[in-house]
């Protein structure tokens, strides 16, 4: 934890996206709003709802769940397969990045694979509950069910067990199913609004066109699945650990191996159905790595030593903040800087990174696409019209994107002192973003 904790402190702006809308949403959660959302579950931001009722920041909190989190994953691996494993686990690049910044991979994993630990160790009540909490910091988790209803291995299968498992992990979702029937909201995540995956794509529930989508989707997953190191060689290690487990009829050796391989295999479908990215991806990395941590548990110098030299591979990149990060700092630290309605007013935004923090959660601009229309042909009259119609005060532009996709706001970059004119006045700048102050329409 203290390697997590050291890396957080050396990147202390948002790192994922995605939380802004978690911290908004875990706000309006402690009001008893918004207690279904189609893409996420109600488990993470309750938690972080109520860290930040607390007081506690809302980046400090995320961070704070994280690397709990990933303390968590690396004991549990520890007790499971050794402590040579837990430091193979630790120094895995996507541990290191994940488990240092805020958001919902890493806590979902780490429960998950805390419950596959529950149930082969035979505690059938205490893996349900944990699938379940993973279930609720990510639907993805769900996968974690047939590997799960498996006995162990080494023991008489007892069906018992198996409902035990079954009642826990019920009487942790339940409550989430039964707001969502209540509610009329879609019991099965529905993708179409994001647009990670492609404006309005149809991907929901388990149509024939999500179901379809998989194979493609499978080819597409692989690059980033397999481009963590000994990934690929950890996935052949499990299945070879398995042909010899089945070859010495030792079932105590098989079944973490079966149990891995499952999540692993069926996380990447779930992912496959809808999109992909190195992050995503994460718990089937994470399952097929652990692998070597699992066929080398009785070489534990072997073990150590490559732990030790993948660690000196990611640490030194992971250490210091990206350009991207730096910028992002600065102008959100621009934007605290501002007094009156320009501090606290709703603004328009070409970058969905840029935030500020108003009271206890993360406040995000409108993206500029809410203009609608083809974005080449907007101009900055329309823009402050527009931003003037629904009440913005200000407008924050980064020259990235409005190059790439809204060149007609561009004479906003290369000409601010003539913005007056068009109805937005120049507040301040930092490198590679201007803010403008939207003009109250003038009186006839």
Not at 52 to 75: E, K
Not at 95 to 101: H, I, K, Q, R, V
Not at 208 to 231: C, K, N
Not at 379 to 395: E, S
């Amino acid at each position: 934890m203290g390697t997590l904790a050291l890396l957080s402190a050396r990147h202390p702006g948002l790192r994922l996206v995605d939380f802004l809308g978690f911290s908004t949403r875990a706000h309006r959660l402690m009001a008893g709003e918004d207690l279904v959302h189609p893409l996420y579950p109600v488990g993470y931001p309750a938690l972080l709802g109520i860290l930040q009722s607390l007081g506690i920041t809302p980046i400090l909190a995320g961070r704070a769940l994280s690397v709990t989190a990933g303390g968590l994953a690396v004991g549990v691996t520890t007790r499971w397969f050794g402590a040579a494993a837990g430091l193979w686990l630790l120094v895995q690049p996507v541990f290191l990045t994940y488990g240092s910044t805020e958001g919902t991979d890493l806590a979902a994993f780490s429960l998950g694979f805390a419950a596959l630990w529950a149930r082969s160790n035979e505690r059938p009540g205490l893996a349900g509950a944990l699938a379940g909490l993973a279930t609720l910091t990510r639907f993805t988790s769900a996968a974690l069910l047939p590997a799960l209803l498996l006995p162990p291995l080494h023991t008489t299968a007892r069906k018992r067990a198996t409902v035990r498992t079954l009642i826990a992990f019920a009487a942790m979702t339940t409550p989430h199913w039964l707001v969502t029937l209540a509610t009329g909201a879609p019991l099965l995540p529905d993708q179409s609004g994001n647009f990670a995956i492609g404006a309005n794509a149809v991907v929901h529930g388990l149509g024939w066109d999500t179901i379809a989508r998989i194979p493609a989707g499978l080819r597409t997953a692989s690059p980033f699945l397999f481009s963590g190191p000994g990934v690929g060689l950890g996935l052949l290690v499990l299945l070879g650990v398995g042909a010899f487990a089945v070859h010495q009829r030792s079932t105590r050796l098989a079944d973490p191996v079966v149990r891995l391989l499952l999540w692993g295999l069926l996380h990447w479908g779930l992912v496959a159905a809808a999109f992909a990215n190195a992050r995503l991806v994460l718990p089937s990395r994470l399952c097929f790595a652990l692998g070597l941590g699992l066929a080398l548990r009785t070489r534990p110098r072997l073990l150590l030593a490559g732990s030790v030299a993948l660690g000196l591979w990611p640490l030194p990149p992971s250490w210091n903040a990206s350009d991207s990060e730096t910028r992002l700092a600065r102008i959100v630290s621009a934007l605290e800087q501002l007094d009156g309605p320009l501090r606290t007013g709703h603004f328009l935004t070409s970058d969905p990174w840029v935030y500020r923090q108003n009271g206890a959660y993360l406040q995000t601009g409108t993206p500029l696409r809410e203009l609608g229309g083809d974005p080449r042909t907007i101009d900055a009259v329309q823009l402050a019209r527009f931003a003037r119609q629904r009440g913005y005060t200000l407008v924050v532009l980064d020259s990235g994107r409005i190059g790439r996709t809204y060149p007609g706001l561009l004479p906003l970059f290369e000409a601010p002192e003539q913005a007056e004119a068009l109805g937005l006045s120049p507040v301040t700048r930092v490198p590679g973003y201007r803010v403008f102050a939207v003009q109250p329409e003038e009186s006839p």
